[in-house]
T-cell receptor, first 115, second 114 residues
Framework: DAGVTQSPTHLIKTRGQQVTLRCSPK?????VSWYQQALGQGPQFIFQ???????QRGNFPDRFSGHQFPNYSSELNVNALLLGDSALYLC??????????????FGPGTRLTVL | GDSVTQMEGPVTLSEEAFLTINCTYT??????LFWYVQYPGEGLQLLLK?????DKGSNKGFEATYRKETTSFHLEKGSVQVSDSAVYFC?????????????FGTGTRLQVTL
């Protein structure tokens, strides 16, 4: 059983560009959350998707957007990249029982470097 | 808002030493508490969890007890191994409705030497 997978592993972009990161959840999971982990810091919650809708959002600007597909996979899009967006982006999947959350399983992350 | 405070690292111990990593939290309700571990170049792995006051989570020799009176969830292990070297994150999750975001501390790096 494959766990949470993310692509690409590494990415280098320049300021002002746009980037799309991808996540496939663990089999049987229907909820995807995204986190940003800056170097030496703990992960910060960006948003969560359930039933193809954004269910909860953290304190991130509108430049950060996402999408969930019918097969539960998800994308994170970041527009107008800033140097400060350089970080490890983690995807976590979970399943909802009666709409309530369960344990989150994390992928290995995508390392984004903005030059 | 919710927050988690961890002791700063790095923590350097000799193999077989006793480990304590302190964690305290601030939350408006009654959160679930977690310890995650991150090995070099990898994502986060759940180490243990506790969902209500006085619960003790345990896994792989690690333990942590949910102390509501002191708002703490300290991680302990009686005898560390070199393979325990990693970054440890304390986290909470509010149990309100469908909200399930995790709020993390800044992490504590543990280095175990022979």
């Amino acid at each position: 059983d494959a766990g949470v997978t993310q692509s690409p592993t590494h990415l280098i972009k320049t300021r002002g560009q746009q980037v799309t990161l991808r996540c496939s959840p663990k089999s049987g999971h229907d909820t995807v959350s995204w986190y940003q982990q800056a170097l030496g810091q703990g992960p910060q919650f960006i948003f969560q998707y359930y039933e193809e809708e954004e269910r909860q959002r953290g304190n991130f600007p509108d430049r950060f957007s996402g999408h969930q597909f019918p097969n539960y996979s998800s994308e994170l899009n970041v527009n107008a990249l800033l140097l400060g967006d350089s970080a490890l982006y983690l995807c976590a999947s979970s399943w909802a029982e009666l709409g309530l959350p369960n344990e989150q399983f994390f992928g290995p992350g995508t390392r984004l470097t903005v030059l | 808002g919710d927050s988690v405070t961890q002791m700063e690292g790095p923590v350097t111990l000799s193999e077989e030493a006793f480990l304590t990593i302190n964690c305290t939290y601030t939350a408006t309700g009654y959160p679930s508490l977690f310890w995650y571990v991150q090995y070099p170049g990898e994502g986060l792995q759940l180490l243990l969890k506790a969902t209500k006051a006085d619960d003790k989570g345990s896994n792989k020799g690690f333990e942590a007890t949910y102390r509501k009176e002191t708002t703490s969830f300290h991680l302990e292990k009686g005898s560390v191994q070199v393979s325990d070297s990693a970054v440890y994150f304390c986290a909470l999750r509010e149990n309100t409705g469908t909200a399930s975001k995790l709020t993390f501390g800044t992490g504590t790096r543990l280095q175990v030497t022979l």
